[in-house]
């Protein structure tokens, strides 16, 4: 894939874990009409002058949960509490390494937020703020102790501001709150999440990032 194209997919992103692949936001990314959200041109927005760039957040790296390597409620609610809360730490820093061992390499959604917090990486970009809050979890397991289930956090992610092209103006993303979905399972050593969506509103379809796990746990794409 050619540089242009990969700045315009990351841009897409970026509008839509929560920006319409990862790159956005997850709201945006998750949230409904999300594969069908034009893709932006960045040929179409402002130049920028790079000095005058809100700055690259320096943020700490997180420190994973003991409860994460656990075979318990605690534990599963752990591992997606851990990647919602260092999500702008990845996005801001292209440290994909917080989110690579509790995620299924067969987790498209997943896989799609590492891919574009790489690309965006890559093209000198980062995000700004984004930061979330997990205001409560909850955990659904079969079998004793568990070895799959379904996490749902209740969240708020804050406003954040993408600059994917330090030569462009960056853009601005609104804060989401909702209810993140998660399938996991337990792989003898640590939970991986298998699938992620967003519980659509009250009447409306559900939606997910493109995956199938989740349909099974009340949403999918």
Request: net charge negative; proline share 9%; glycine share 10%.
């Amino acid at each position: 894939m050619n540089r242009p194209v990969q700045r315009v997919i990351i841009i897409v992103l970026a509008l839509v874990l929560l920006v319409p692949l990862g790159a956005m936001g997850i709201g945006q990314l998750l949230g409904p009409g999300a594969e069908d959200r034009a893709v932006e041109n960045p040929d179409d927005r402002p130049t920028a002058d790079p000095d005058e760039q809100p700055p690259r957040p320096e943020l700490p790296r997180p420190e994973e949960p003991s409860g994460m390597t656990e075979q318990s409620t605690e534990g599963a609610e752990a591992t997606l509490t851990y990647l919602l809360e260092s999500y702008d730490y990845m996005m801001s820093s292209g440290d994909v390494s917080v989110w690579e061992g509790s995620v299924d390499s067969n987790c498209q959604v997943c896989v799609r937020f590492l891919e574009n917090a790489q690309v965006l990486s890559e093209q000198g970009g980062y995000l700004v703020d984004g930061a979330f809050e997990v205001h409560s979890t909850t955990f659904e397991g079969t079998g004793e102790p568990p070895a799959t289930g379904t996490v749902v956090a209740q969240f708020t992610q804050q406003e954040s501001i993408l600059v994917d092209n330090p030569n462009l103006q960056p853009t601005a993303l609104d804060s989401v709150t909702g209810q993140l979905i998660a399938t996991v399972t337990w792989d003898g050593e640590r939970w991986k999440v298998t699938d992620m969506s967003i519980a659509p509103p009250e009447g409306a379809a559900p939606s997910d990032g493109g995956g199938a796990g989740a349909s099974d746990a009340g949403t999918g794409s």
